[in-house]
């Protein structure tokens, strides 16, 4: 494995351009291979035997393009196939997921109730829960399924009155009463953090995963003594359907010279 290789990041869409793109801004020497399964998303409506199969399919092509890394940049994926992939690759790469990061990171605060918004595969596997309660076990934890917002945001809406109105809809569900910090467990959700920021009006910690992703994938690079010092090489965008969306949201994190490939697995 050589430093200069790409890190390899995947989501079911544009939801980890958002983890990229921390990552771009932390590592501003590493380049990136990107790959958005546009074909099938949303990952949050599907079953955990459809992800875990797409996952496996991605990893190996970002595998064959030369990735020196693997980042599960989906709650949704992490959620059913992080262990699948950290033990089949071990020894040959590493696999990085969103998950146990943002669990360290909410036992390391004072925070007594938190709450968990992200698809229903995620919220389902009852992963951030489990995990949370095995490091803190006094903490409580309110989960809920929001899977309106992944399709929403992929299709462009977010920022404006209609995505204003589903998120207060959600965000005002009784259960979440009471919280002190939300998790946007889902990578699409950065996206519309303004609004929910909006929503909560300071009252509550609103967790970006975002760069708690970035710096567990330099801490890994770390260790491996991986992390690229010398001039960043050229990033690749692949999806497996080509969206006006996803083309979109790619210009305005990386710039108008960015390409995008369309590839079927
Ligand atoms: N970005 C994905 C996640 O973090 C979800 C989007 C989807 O459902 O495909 O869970």
Redesign the pocket.
């Given at each position: 494995m050589k430093k200069n290789q790409p890190i390899g990041i995947f989501?079911?869409?544009?939801?980890?351009l958002t983890v990229a793109k921390a990552i771009s801004n932390l590592l501003p020497n590493e380049s990136l291979l990107y790959f958005g399964?546009t074909e099938?998303?949303?990952?949050?409506?599907?079953s955990a035997e459809h992800i875990r199969q797409y996952s496996e399919n991605i990893a190996e092509f970002l595998i064959a393009k030369g990735a020196k890394i693997l980042v599960i940049?989906?709650?949704?994926?992490?959620?059913v196939t992080y262990q699948l992939l950290k033990d089949k690759y071990k020894g040959q790469i590493d696999v990085v997921g969103?998950i146990s990061p943002v669990v360290d990171y909410v036992v390391s605060k004072d925070i007594k109730k938190v709450g968990i918004i992200?698809?229903?595969?995620?919220i389902g596997s009852k992963n951030h829960e489990v995990l949370l309660k095995e490091k803190k076990s006094s903490i409580k934890v309110v989960s809920l399924a929001t899977?309106l917002l992944?399709?929403m945001i992929?299709e462009g809406f977010f920022n404006n009155s209609i995505s204003q109105t589903i998120i207060n809809s959600y965000l005002s569900n009784w259960r979440l009463k009471g919280i002190q910090a939300l998790v946007l467990?889902?990578?699409?959700?950065p996206l519309i953090k303004k609004e929910i920021l909006k929503y909560y009006n300071k009252r509550v910690e609103v967790i970006d995963t975002t760069e708690i992703i970035a710096n567990a994938v330099r801490k890994s690079l770390q260790e491996q003594k991986l992390l690229h010092t010398g001039k960043r090489g050229t990033d690749h965008f692949y999806v497996s359907e080509f969206t006006e969306s996803f083309e979109k949201t790619t210009d305005v994190f990386y710039g108008s010279q960015v390409r995008i490939e369309e590839i079927k697995l």
């Open positions: 989501d079911s869409g544009i939801g980890g399964d099938h998303m949303p990952y949050g409506d599907r940049a989906c709650n949704s994926a992490s959620s969103v992200g698809t229903k595969a995620t899977p992944a399709p992929e467990a889902c990578t699409h959700y």
